[in-house]
RNA sequence: GCGAGAGUGGUGAAAUUGGCAGACACGCUAGACUUAGGAUCUAGUGCCUUACGGCGUAAGGGUUCAAGUCCCUUCUCUCGCACCA
């Protein structure tokens, strides 16, 4: 066993922290505004296995961070919780009886142990979880305020029909056409649905992005998923008919160049406006489309479907008549479900065009439209009072056009839907809304909540669409709020973004039974300054919370239009695997080493290669941290999750790494062990000492931690070459280290003589004096190539190093008997002689 | 297909404004030492070359006294979006 006990190190200082509640943040007021800060790590769904060596990433980050702010003078509040309602436990309450809540507090008790085991600087005492009472009598309440606003609304629109979890599914989390969850294929299923307007946000969760310090990629990714445009919208009369067709349209410009329109298979007007000869092909084509599931539609984008209704419609600029076709290559869920086609000037129109026989007319100019469609910019013909005008001014003059003839208008259109807020399931929470056959949909009453989750016999879905809660009927059955008359609730219970969409406001008051949070706490806190978790959660997450928070922003309950003002997303934490010569890969265990460092599967003694991959169950590549603490220490773990590389990377686990950092943290252990002395340092190390601390305080703050580690190695390698330990080289050095490895240096602290925690300790500053350099090494260089070093003083002008290079011995053989062209020098860098 | 990002030793990676490419760490090699440990310590370690020196940041080209860094072309990988009218 090693000299390190860190065994002995880190179980004193978890349980020191814990008794003296070492990192409870309170509202003192004498703190000014720019000295308190708000660190939050996405909180973990506490799954049944437990934390992996990713969680530990941000957390770690967040950890470092925030021990640097309080050391650094910061009022700091630092909170952990769980999201705890969730399909995994239901799904284990199916197969097993056992409550969900059973489960998850289990799995919340193992979180809690496995995440106080890494030495996080939480302030516990605000920890909240979702699925509590206390929690989502808030949740609930908060959904009211968006219902009272008229922001929540019932709709028997298709859904994304799970048949696995028999749940319904938001857009966002069909992946590829099968559930996010189960992976299982998904149907379309009509239900009644409860569903946030989130679109009534869109243009500010569009424009508020602007201020936010989040990386360029996320921003981008949250505008793209927005997916704002302008355009017009434009009515179209249908002939023989009383039916008028309304498309949505970026370009107006090209309406000349309309030639055929397009209906979504499931456009209200396909039944009404088919004739009869068509009746029997288009009924046909319908019946393909419905059983094409979304996947499919989007996947055989390469061949364009349709078929012709049989019904015309009239182009308003030119009075032309053209053919209304029905094709799944529109969809019904964006703008209004059908399209005005101008196959000059749109690719898909194009070729949809070509096979069908459609003519192409050209109306801007730039292209050839015999070859392909030109969806650029130009000057209109062949348009009427367009003809001869620009683009810009052509849309312009178009809508005018359009709205002067009350034939449409300008419109914006968005490619974010509404989301789809209710689930079929057990364990989530109850929507706290009543349904009265005379007063309508009648929210519970606020002083009611909160709507309890009642106990159940069977959290099977019912399989018809409907939750388990259907089948309670003494608590379904209820009276109504309003007239008190027998009533049924609502037995929909809500999704996981639920209670995800405002916990970082709960943490600043997690105790209060009158509001969510007091103004008071939240004006103290708010907003969180900086906001770390994975990248997966870049959309949905992110832009549900925006949205929840300026709903609350409207109601004047916060303070502030974005909640997070600066975020960053760690990289993932990948493993290795091997990977046969056919790209397949091998699980881990099947796999050795040979001699001569190569590998080999075990059974064929097939050559493999190592490649990075996701951890995985199935590879056996998953790394479990508990193991990782047992045999080298929470402080190494912390240390080298840092080291690995940039947070914001993914990067591949390497235990072999890992001993790297153990070995400086057991180096620092055992240098500790010297005699320490006070006498004067020497100078060398006394200036690396503040190189030390000026390179870890500026990287620290920067959370670029592995440069920040990096620096400390150097100076212990250089530490432990000197003799004895002098205690101004020593003490700053533990300061710096602790909030990378805080229980090894609060024990270090300890042994200096200290009686209390460093957490508060002052950070040390360093002379910017000691930190330069008197001598430089400068290089000397002709035509660009290194062809001498010497040590110059720093403060050298630039025509003593041009004098002392020409001079140099080993120049001279280069430059005597050539033309010096140019001479450049760089202070402190190097002189380059250019000759012929 | 579109969009964003990235390609640096055997490996993870460093490298203000263009100014010594490879800090730090793993691994490897040699030696020392021993309380034989998951040790530790010392030295070495980009490639080619006995040396002088040459070549090296995905490939090719350009700008510059000087390019990992700036510009152009190509390739590969990762992520996101996927008929958004």
Redesign the pocket.
Known sequence: ???YPFHQIEKKWQQHWEEHKTFRAKEDPSVPRERRAYVLDMFPYPSGSGLHVGHPEGYTATDIYCRYLRMKGYNVLHPMGFDSFGLPAENYAITTGTHPRITTEQNIEKFRSQIKGLGFSYDWDREVSTHTPEYYRWTQWIFLQLFKRGLAYESDTPINWCPDCLTGLANEEV?DGACDRCGTQVRRKTIRQWILKITEYADRLLEDLEKLDWS??IK??QR??I?R?E?ANVRFSVERSEETLS?????PDTLFGATYMVL?PEHPLVKKITSDEQREAVEAYLEKAEKKSDLE??D??KE??GVFSGAYAVNPVNGKSIPIWIA?????????????A?PGH?Q?DWEYARKYHIPVVEVVQGGDVEQEAYEGTGINVNSGFLDGLQTEEAIESMINWLESKGLGERAV?Y?LRDWVFSRQRYWGEPIPLVHCSSCGIVPVPEENLPLMLPEVDSYTPSGTGESPLAKIDDWVNTSCPNCGEAAKRETNTMPQWAGSCWYYLRYLDPRNDQEFASQECIDYWMPVNLYVGG??H??LHLLYARFWHKVLYDLGKVNTKEPFMRLVNQGMITSYAYQRRDKSLVPHDEVEETES?AYVEKHTREPVEPV?A?MSKSLKNVINPDEII???GADSMRMYEM????LQ????W???????????L??VW?LSQREVTDGQPPQHLLKLLHKTIKKVSVDTGNL?F??A??QM??YI?EL??QEGLCRSLWEPFILILAPYAPHLAEELYQQLGHHSSLAYAEWPGWDEQLCREEE??V?F?V?????A?VMMSADADEQAMKQSALDHE?IRKWIDGRDI??T?A?PK??V?I?VK
């Open positions: 066993m090693s000299k992946i360029d990629a981008a990714m793209n998923w997916g445009s355009g498309v949505y349209t970026t370009r979504a539609r989007t055989l984008a364009k479907t799944d290559y529109v969809l019904i869920s964006y703008g209004s479900g059908a399209i005005m101008v749109d898909r259109n490619k990248a997966e870049a959309v460092g990075v996701k047992e045999s080298y080291f690995m590389g940039p990377v993914s990067k591949p390497s235990t072999k790494g890992l001993t790297g950092v153990y070995r400086f057991d180096r055992r670029d592995n440069t580690i990096a190695m150097v390698n432990f070459k430089t090494e290089v260089q035509n660009g190539k290194v062809r070093k080993k062209v140019k450049i760089v860098k190097l380059n250019v």
